[in-house]
């Protein structure tokens, strides 16, 4: 990762945001509504793609998280009366520290144990959601989820939340953009790449892979925090363990281990079933499909597919270059 | 106490189909380190496949049954491994497992769509009717299906250990080079793993659909307690997984009569959290080692 492309990453960021920040306005409130839901779920499928895409761990809890996140957040404001930002802040808190708890004891054993455990996780959490109807409302839910007040100003209409959205999910993804630049980001990488060098370098690996993953789980509590104002009504069903496996699903349709990847992949996953509304129920199978087939054609996903183009077209005019092997 | 052997009885019947999926899990995962996140909707469909072929085609069952399995066995046995795993094994073992989980996706969501989203009975392969044995009233079903499955988990022992193709099957998960130095037709015995755990599936969907009805979405609680037999058996061993079954189904039909039943998923969860932190290569299993 040189100093340029990442440079790259900045500006499109922040290109991105100018034009989400006034896109709406010829969009109606539905259309509103699935540009903030694209973005809400990026914030989630970014926490994953540390956890995935950088520190190679499976975690299938960050719809699980997601919904501890938004269940705490809808609890605090709505119960406790508590301002949404600090419900958000103890959100992402919650789940930082419940993924450490996770992580610790499947951590210290083999990477791939992560998956179990987070798969168990995912279905306690669940069964918790459902259950415990004294405090989540079981399958009825929790309902009228107040939206932010910011300086005065009230969020109530989709168009000031969804700029609201779009200004907190730019602080969350300058935060991990700056973190992956920072030794813990590069450190993350050293993990990914080769564990045992990394650990021979003096990397303490188990706390690193640790914090990546808390990390990660921290950013679906975030998500969450901000799902849950947005759509105003939550129950238990959008947090299950299938929701999870999407959200991985994402994580490589878009490219993992990409700085932006997590933007493209949720626009697969979010935006993708609009466009497909004249199928009916079929497009989980045709994302799904999508997803198997660019693992076998290219397994770094959308963005990994932009940049092999980019790099054939730019080696074309040169006719210099010598054919790389298995390239054609 | 009459009320506990029969639960006892329930758990050993669910824990035997459970094996038979942790079995075929730890099979493919020898062979081919793939994770199959998908075998939970591998032990859904064959029934979902049976009954689309009897109210969809009018086929009488036990041909339906018979094409079933067989469509089944081609389908998920050696069209997953030549059009999944063959081509992506090469990027490694992350991208694999999360084809599987889209794999799982399109299973469950092709059952809803294809076929139907209501659950649907499946007829039983025994009359079910209860014995009253020492006053201990026993499902015929329950001893049915620890019979059958105990039978093809006895046939599958004594293949892998007692005969040629399947010493040399042991032989290609343990060491493949050596194996294919040693003449072994590794590729051939790598698939033959794929269609065994796809015939275990099968039998495993005919076994419990009559129990659990069958429905697009069981994949997700079966798949979770094959996982489960799996590692709390142990990762890397046949008897592992058997045991594991065996332990999980108990601990699920004790737990649901005794301790609350909106909670019964937790207790084998606890279970997995607690094997893990303890003796994570699983009861059974043996210590892998690490390579460099």
């Not at chain 2, 040693?182 to 599936?201: H, R």
Request: charge should be positive; proline fraction near 5%.
């Amino acid at each position: 990762m040189n100093a340029s492309r990442v440079d790259g990453v900045l500006v499109t960021l922040l290109l991105g945001v100018l034009i989400l920040w006034f896109a709406p306005a010829s969009m109606g409130r539905y259309g509103t509504y699935v540009l903030s839901l694209w973005i809400v779920t990026a914030v989630a499928v970014m926490g994953l793609n540390l956890t995935l895409g950088v520190a190679g761990l499976k975690s299938l809890a960050q719809a699980a998280f997601m919904g501890i996140g938004a269940y705490a957040t809808a609890l605090l404001t709505t119960k406790a009366g508590i301002g949404w930002f600090p419900a958000f802040m103890i959100s992402g808190a919650l789940c930082f520290v419940v993924g450490l708890f996770l992580g610790f004891p499947a951590l210290r054993v083999k990477a791939h144990y992560l998956a179990f455990v987070t798969l168990a996780f995912s279905t306690l959490v669940w069964l918790v959601l459902r259950n415990e109807q004294w405090l989540t409302g079981g399958v009825f839910g929790l309902s009228n989820i107040p939206r932010p007040v910011i300086f005065g100003i009230k969020t109530d209409n989709a168009l000031p939340f969804h700029r609201f959205v779009v200004v907190v999910t730019l602080a969350l993804a300058l935060i991990l953009w700056w973190l992956l630049r920072s030794p813990w980001g590069r450190a993350f990488l050293a993990l990914r790449e080769n564990p045992v060098r990394a650990a021979s370098l003096g990397i303490n690996i188990r706390a690193y892979t640790l914090l990546a993953f808390a990390i990660g789980s921290a950013y679906a509590g975030f998500a969450g925090a901000l799902y849950a104002p947005l759509v105003e009504f939550i129950d238990p069903s959008p947090f299950q363990l299938s929701a999870s496996f999407f959200l991985l699903l994402m994580v490589v349709a878009g490219g993992s281990g990409y700085q932006l990847g997590p933007f493209v992949g949720a626009l697969l996953g979010v935006v993708l079933p609009e466009w497909l509304r004249f199928t009916g129920g079929l497009y989980l199978i045709i994302f799904a499909g999508i997803v198997i087939a660019l693992l076998i054609a290219c397994p770094q996903g959308v963005l990994g597919l932009f940049e092999r183009g980019w790099a054939a077209v730019k080696r074309r005019p040169m006719g210099a270059n010598p054919p790389v092997k298995g390239a054609a | 106490m009459a009320e506990f052997i029969a639960y006892l009885i329930a758990g050993l019947a669910t824990g035997a189909i459970y094996a038979l999926a942790a079995i075929g899990f730890t099979l493919v995962w020898q062979t081919s380190q793939t994770i199959n996140f998908a075998q939970g909707e591998f032990v859904m469909l064959p029934a979902i496949l049976i009954l689309a072929a009897v109210k969809l085609a009018g086929l009488p069952l036990w041909i339906a049954v018979i094409l079933g399995i067989a469509a089944f066995i081609l389908l998920f046995g050696w069209g997953f491994k030549l059009v999944i795993v063959d081509p992506m094994i090469r990027h490694g073992v992350l991208p694999l497992a999360i084809a599987t989980m889209a794999l799982s996706i399109i299973m469950k969501e092709g059952a809803k769509d294809g076929f139907t989203a209501e659950a649907q009975t499946f007829p039983s392969l025994v009359p079910q009717e209860t014995v009253t044995f020492l006053g201990i009233s026993i499902s015929l079903q329950h001893i049915a299906i620890i019979v059958v499955a105990c039978v093809a988990i006895g046939a599958l022992q004594w293949f892998v250990t007692q005969t040629k193709t399947g010493r040399q099957m042991q032989a290609s998960a343990q060491n493949p080079n050596v194996a294919l130095i040693l003449g072994i037709p590794v590729a051939q015995m790598v698939m033959l793993t794929f269609l065994i755990n796809a015939a275990l599936a099968a039998l495993a969907s005919i076994l419990i659909s009559p129990i659990y009805l069958a429905k697009f979405s069981n994949g997700e609680v079966i798949g979770l307690f094959a996982f489960i037999a799996a590692i709390v058996g142990g990762f890397n061993q046949v008897r592992g997984a058997l045991a594991g079954g065996l332990i999980v189904g108990v601990i699920d039909s004790l737990a649901a009569a005794y301790i609350s039943t909106s909670y019964r998923l937790a207790v084998p969860l606890v279970l997995l959290v607690v094997i893990i932190l303890i003796k994570p290569e699983g009861l059974f299993g043996r210590k892998e080692e690490r390579a460099v």
